[in-house]
């Protein structure tokens, strides 16, 4: 990768730590539909991260999904749970930011700061990886 996508890439992916850590700490006093909100941008900026390794990235969330999907999950660079985990946490955060009455539990937001944890971590390994071998 060239020195500006790695430093993106870097910058994302602190990013993507940064939400999570933000996540735990409002799971921690209680404010579940918020840290289901930072757990998603967890995995959105982890995305972003990835799509940096081959120049691209979109404006509209939809858009980072659907690139994400098309050339890592498709592919088989990334697996089918990273992107069922992207979809579904997709969901959660728009039913905790605009629903009036969204059925976030205590349950349902830890359940997505682990699943966004594997979802970074995987993200992670495939950065790790693509730079070892000196893809793009």
Do not use: W
């Not at 790695?6 to 918020?34: I, M, N």
């Not at 098309?70 to 039913?95: M, Q, T």
């Amino acid at each position: 990768m060239e020195a500006h996508k790695d430093a993106l890439v870097v910058h994302r992916l602190l990013r993507a730590e940064e939400h999570l850590q933000a996540s735990r700490e409002l799971y921690a006093k209680g404010y579940y539909l918020d840290s289901v909100s930072r757990s998603y941008y967890s995995v959105l900026s982890a995305a972003r991260a990835i799509l940096a390794t081959i120049g691209m990235d979109s404006a509209k969330h939809s858009g980072v999904i659907s690139i994400f999907d098309k050339f890592f999950v498709k592919e088989g660079k990334l697996s089918v749970d990273a992107s069922r985990i992207f979809h579904e946490l997709k969901d959660y955060r728009e039913k905790a930011d605009y629903a009036d009455y969204p059925e976030i539990t205590k349950e349902i937001a830890n359940n997505e700061i682990l699943r966004a944890e594997k979802f970074l971590k995987e993200a992670m390994q495939y950065v790790e990886s693509n730079q070892a071998s000196g893809e793009r």
